[in-house]
């Protein structure tokens, strides 16, 4: 018997000029196949890309293929301390460069939990993550709309810091030039942090 396989998965299949011979065999043979092929790939939620562990840095880069085709949207999570308190920041990166071009990012800081401090509005050459301090627990969850595809990048960042008590804001912004960015450079404002970040793709 001759035989063909499939576009995507490579699957073997029956041409259609041909007898298919021992045909039980046959089809429990495609079934585990496909089988096998979808308790590896179509496992629904984030997937795992890059996490750096990192001591007392100025800035964190990642891989430069970090973003893909394979995914459109991505979340990065950090936890860690700053030197002091440390506004993160981020730059978009292709082949390594980062693009810093003025009035290119345009954010947006939203207090919840301080009603003393007021939501703050920045058009920058940089977009705005969260704020940390120096003593933990510090977190933030950031997620990046299509930094791959060659459109305007949107992100939404939900920020705790811990200064004499928990302080919880949102920051949200976009990047409003049309380019594809392979990868991302998280950047400290002053002094440094430590700590931990991962990258993970939404499935599509």
Not at 22 to 42: P, V, W
Not at 73 to 100: H, M, P, Q, W
Not at 133 to 143: K, L
Request: with cysteine; charged share 15%.
């Amino acid at each position: 018997m001759s035989t063909s396989t499939t576009t995507n998965y490579g699957w073997t299949i029956p041409n259609d000029d041909e007898l298919v011979k021992n045909g039980a065999a046959a089809i429990r043979t495609l079934g585990q196949a496909i089988d096998t092929t979808a308790a590896a790939n179509f496992v629904a939620g984030l997937v795992h890309i890059e996490t750096q562990t990192f001591s007392a840095v100025s800035a964190v880069n990642f891989s430069n293929d970090v973003f893909s085709s394979t995914y459109d949207n991505y979340k990065i999570l950090f936890k860690g301390v700053g030197s002091t308190t440390v506004e993160c920041r981020f730059r978009l990166r292709v082949a390594g460069v980062d693009n810093s071009t003025a009035n290119s990012y345009v954010n947006q800081r939203m207090p919840i939990s301080d009603t003393a401090t007021t939501p703050t509005r920045q058009i920058s050459n940089q977009g705005w993550l969260g704020t940390i301090a120096s003593t933990a627990p510090n977190s933030w969850s950031a997620e990046l709309f299509n930094p791959f595809l060659a459109v305007p990048t949107a992100y939404i960042s939900h920020n705790m810091r811990y200064i004499s008590g928990a302080t919880i804001e949102d920051y949200y912004g976009s990047h409003n030039q049309s380019t594809s960015y392979d990868s991302i450079n998280i950047i400290a404002s002053t002094g440094t942090f430590t700590g931990e970040m991962s990258v993970y793709g939404y499935r599509k």
